[in-house]
């Protein structure tokens, strides 16, 4: 499956942003989905995972209540709602797929990867 990260872009603190990743070239709702971030000269880091269905979620701790992870199978699509954004936020953000029912949080879990799309949040 191919996956293709966007919706990123500059922001101010305080704002709000949705990521897509669009996915082709397999069954979507085969695959769990998550979401993870690198911020310069940092480790890539989990952010968000849900399983094929929708149903189960999980978030880091401290996006939790700010992200929204989501999808919607019948569009091939996965989503990331950031709102109440933080300069700390700042980082490529990548999307992935791992054929499993559930999300992980390890990035070794996961076989397909997005190209990444940048979120810029100042301050």
């Known amino acids: 499956v191919q996956l293709q990260a966007s919706g990123g872009g500059l922001v101010q603190a305080g704002g709000s942003l949705r990521l897509s990743c669009a996915a082709s070239?397999?069954?979507?709702?085969?695959?769990?989905m998550g979401w993870f971030r690198q911020a310069p000269g940092k480790e890539r880091e989990f952010v968000a995972a849900?399983?094929?269905?929708?149903?189960?979620?999980d978030h880091l701790d401290s996006v939790k209540g700010r992200f929204t992870i989501s999808r919607d199978n019948a569009k091939n699509t996965v989503y990331l709602q950031m709102n109440s954004l933080k300069p700390e936020d700042t980082a490529v953000y990548y999307c992935?797929?791992?054929?499993?029912?559930?999300?992980?949080?390890?990035?070794?879990?996961?076989?397909?990867w997005g190209q990444g799309t940048l979120v810029t949040v100042s301050s």
């Open positions: 992935a797929g791992r054929s499993n029912f559930y999300g992980s949080r390890r990035l070794i879990d996961y076989a397909y």
């Open positions: 070239g397999g069954s979507f709702s085969r695959y769990a």
């Open positions: 849900i399983s094929r269905r929708g149903d189960i979620t």
